[in-house]
């Protein structure tokens, strides 16, 4: 003798998966605006705790939503059903989705742009470069007015607006599915004078935001961790350290934010890996072991008597080899001395350097000019004049 389905031993007047299925999908053709043609069911199950059928609905293999039915009453639960108008726009999306999937590359395709050092404003040179011509960008954006040699903006809101069109053209740059890594920490700007407090701005929260808003996925947030004694030359710790009073604790900030993430595609991490037109590349871009194994990355701090404020080479070489492959382009549209470029020749990947100062342009001629086993010839200078190699002992 056959065993009851719980459905029968139930009683319940909607016993079968098909019984399911022609309710919700009788339900679907009253809803205004969805087309019942372009969707299909996944499989329902009965959830007899609550004596309820739940039946996915699915739009290119995608579930947007599903319909609840009451298996005692044998009638929709409009209140625990996924509502009409996100049915709606949840199969406009998935279908624009489909669509701009199948309009897509079937493969990674190797960047044709050489080595190249670009002076001026970064969101108008950045726009003459081809689409997805990069491979990976990594950079630290200026600091909000943190040190007035450094940088001054005449608004928060200001700066903000300009970081995000610095996002919008790199964005336009990469290629599918690639990644924007960014070296970022929150921003003390000092009192004016002793009546006035401090001010302690979240920089990398805000730019998460204009990540999500432009299109990215996020991945990781990695801590460079400084040395213990490194954040004491700003001051923040120091009023506690003397007086120990509740309320006045502030800890010494000793690690900055490497924020990982990655241009929005519906295609897996493996695509890029198994679909790359140099599986040579792919290969002998592996990583070898003594890696980061956790998201606090250790790394001393770097000085410059060129720029106030300079990024470690090891902190760049490690996001180079962990997010790209060999033969790959990085950008940094904020190029500074061209610390990225440096961890990207020892990497063996090629470089996209923009950068509006020209003390900056130039003290990256000079290095590249004696840089052991590189050739300057290699790199395209737009807006800015070759160097003279002429001199083969300059020190920097």
Known sequence: ???????????????????????????????????????????????????????????????????????????????????????VEREKEALKASATARKRKPDPVVSALPNMVIQGDSIEELRKLPEESVNLVFTSPPYYNAKPEYSEYSNYEGYLELMRKVIRVSANLLSEGRFFVLNVSPVLLRRASRNEASKRIAVPFDFHRLFIEEGFDFIDDIHWVKPEGAGWSFGRGRRFAADRNPLQYKPVPVTEYVLVYRKKTDLLIDWNIRKHSDQDAVRDSKIADGYETTNLWKINPSRSKVHPATFPEELADKVIRYYSFKNDVVLDPFAGIGTTARAAISAGRRFVMSEIESKYIDHIKSWMSTFPGFDVDDVTFVNTDRPDCTNKHLKF
Request: aromatic share 6%; hydrophobic share 40%; charged share 40%.
């Open 1 to 87: 003798m056959a065993k009851k389905l719980v459905s029968e031993s139930r009683g319940y007047l909607v016993r079968t998966v098909a019984d399911a299925k022609d309710l919700a999908r009788e339900f679907l053709r009253q809803v205004n605006g969805f087309d019942e043609a372009k969707m299909s069911f996944g499989l329902p199950e009965i959830d007899d705790r609550f004596h309820i059928w739940r039946v996915p609905i699915r739009v290119t293999r995608k579930k947007i939503g599903e319909v609840v039915i009451d298996a005692k009453m044998g009638r929709i639960d409009e209140e625990k059903t996924t509502k009409s108008e996100l049915l």
